[in-house]
Nanobody, 115 residues
Framework: QVQLVESGGGLVQPGGALRLLCAASGSAFSTNTMDWYRQAPGNQRELVAAITGVGSTHYADSVKGRFTISRDNAKNSVYLQMNSLEPEDTAVYYC?????????WGQGTQVTVSS
């Protein structure tokens, strides 16, 4: 059974940094595109960053230059390095992938940016 487990969220001051981890299990993910989404209260879930199996990346305009997505296929892990955090980045962050036409989501990790 495919499982995605996020960790690394927390409370950070504006301008601070956090590194999120998504640990995948239950299958091989080296060829799958892996994504980070986020959802703030009252907002729709939005794509933050994506990375393909060969390492090509895509970012939402709002995080370009501040966030970096990376992966370690040997560890079935995906990371989201978040720098220069802003209060607008406050949200629950979710790891996501599609495998054999099924959408898989983690349980989410809360990121709060506040002074």
């Amino acid at each position: 059974q495919v499982q995605l487990v996020e960790s690394g969220g927390g409370l950070v001051q504006p301008g601070g940094a956090l590194r999120l981890l998504c640990a995948a299990s239950g299958s091989a993910f080296s060829t799958n595109t892996m994504d980070w989404y986020r959802q703030a209260p009252g907002n729709q879930r939005e794509l933050v960053a994506a990375i393909t199996g060969v390492g090509s990346t895509h970012y939402a305009d709002s995080v370009k230059g501040r966030f970096t997505i990376s992966r370690d296929n040997a560890k079935n892990s995906v990371y989201l390095q978040m720098n220069s955090l802003e209060p607008e980045d406050t949200a629950v962050y979710y790891c996501h992938t599609i495998k054999q036409f099924h959408n898989y989501w983690g349980q989410g990790t809360q990121v709060t940016v506040s002074s």
